[in-house]
């Protein structure tokens, strides 16, 4: 039961344009979602995230939108550049119990970004 | 701010032994989560400790247990290993009620190879 899923296992990109990554989402009872980048023999970075009561959140070159009713996310990264290129994860906070809370991922995303 | 650290690096065991694997928190973090992320999944949750007791399980059997102690340092014990407890092992560390989400910081991870 895949509850987060990342349809796209790899995207390829020329230096400067936009890459845009995909997340669908099953359970309507996420109210945190955020995204992390994972270089080779390092472990996941958080890069951006957002509340299920917003539609968008911008850092930068990262924005991150929010379709609540088609349980869709994206990550847009503009322009993008070659330090760019690793593995991207889609993940939701569920609340556990009492303070804790829990991370679902994706499967995860390689991003090339070409120069 | 050191940031997490995990050991080893790699591990290489037989099917029926045990092994831990070990994780220092990032500087002034008091929660440990521990995730396994088995070749082309995203990491999937095992469990959470706070002030040294587990708090929060995944779908995991009791085999995998874990301990915290008074640093909040953490290691994660799995028994009877199996072919399939082959993954990388990720521990990440977080300060509970910091945020709604409680963002997580992740290590490098232990590459565990079960022969």
């Known amino acids: 039961d895949q509850q987060v899923k990342q349809n796209s296992p790899s995207l390829s990109v020329q230096e400067g344009r936009i890459s845009i990554l995909n997340c669908d989402y099953t359970?309507?009872?996420?109210?945190?979602f955020l995204w992390y980048k994972k270089y080779p023999a390092e472990g996941p970075t958080f890069l951006i995230s957002?509340?299920?009561?917003?539609d968008k959140n911008e850092d930068g070159r990262f924005t991150v939108f929010l379709n609540k009713s088609a349980k869709h996310l994206s990550l847009h990264i503009v322009p993008s550049q070659p330090g760019d290129s690793a593995v991207y994860f889609c993940a939701a906070s569920v609340y556990v119990s009492s303070g804790t809370y829990k991370y679902i991922f994706g499967t995860g995303t390689r991003l090339k970004v070409l120069a | 701010e050191t940031g997490v650290t995990q050991s080893p690096t790699h591990l290489i065991k037989t099917r029926g032994q045990q092994v831990t694997l070990r994780c220092s928190s990032q500087?002034?973090?008091?929660?440990v989560s521990w995730y396994q992320q088995a070749l082309g999944q995203g990491p999937q949750f095992i469990f959470q400790?706070?002030?040294?007791?587990?708090?929060g399980r995944g779908n995991f059997p009791p085999r995998f247990s874990g301990l915290q102690f008074p640093n909040y340092s953490s290691e994660l014990n799995v028994n009877a290993l199996e072919l399939d407890d082959s993954a990388l092992y990720l521990c990440a560390s977080s300060l509970r009620y910091r945020s709604l989400y409680n963002e997580q910081f992740f290590g490098p991870g232990t590459r565990l190879t079960v022969l």
């Open positions: 400790y706070y002030r040294e007791e587990e708090n």
């Open positions: 957002i509340s299920s009561i917003k």
């Open positions: 359970n309507s009872m996420f109210d945190y």
């Open positions: 500087s002034g973090h008091n929660t």
